[in-house]
Nanobody
């Protein structure tokens, strides 16, 4: 399994970014990809996943209304579009792939994020 995140960077408060997670090495159609965020000193937080909820996307309540998840099966890529960003969104963003139930239960926070495999992560910094 290989996951490569991209699209992060520095943005001002209120701005937007679209992160990409390019996936390979597993069946993209049979698995789900989840987005997580790591802030120093805090646990990795689940944000969204593409086909994890009855074949459809799920977005965590903490970012619902601002973040949307989508995927391009032809490119084996999952996107996380982030709007109305604020300083609290600063952190390192990761994607992880596994079965839909495995990913969903971790996006919901019922179980902690698994040890891996993870992409290398991409930094998002929101300036005030």
């Amino acid at each position: 399994v290989q996951l490569v995140e991209s699209g992060g960077g520095l943005v001002q408060t209120g701005g937007s970014l679209r992160l990409s997670c390019a996936a390979s090495g597993f069946s993209f159609d049979e698995n789900s990809v989840g987005w997580f965020r790591q802030v120093p000193g805090k646990e990795r937080e689940g944000l969204a996943c593409n086909t994890c909820s009855d074949g459809g996307p799920h977005v965590a309540d903490s970012v619902k209304g601002r973040f949307t998840v989508s995927s391009d099966n032809a490119k084996n890529t999952v996107y996380l579009k982030m709007d109305n960003l604020g300083p609290d969104d600063t952190g390192k963003y990761y994607c992880q792939a596994n079965s839909p139930s495995f990913i969903l239960i971790r996006i919901l926070g019922v179980l902690p994020p698994s040890p891996g495999p993870w992409g290398q992560g991409i930094q998002v910094t929101v300036s005030s």
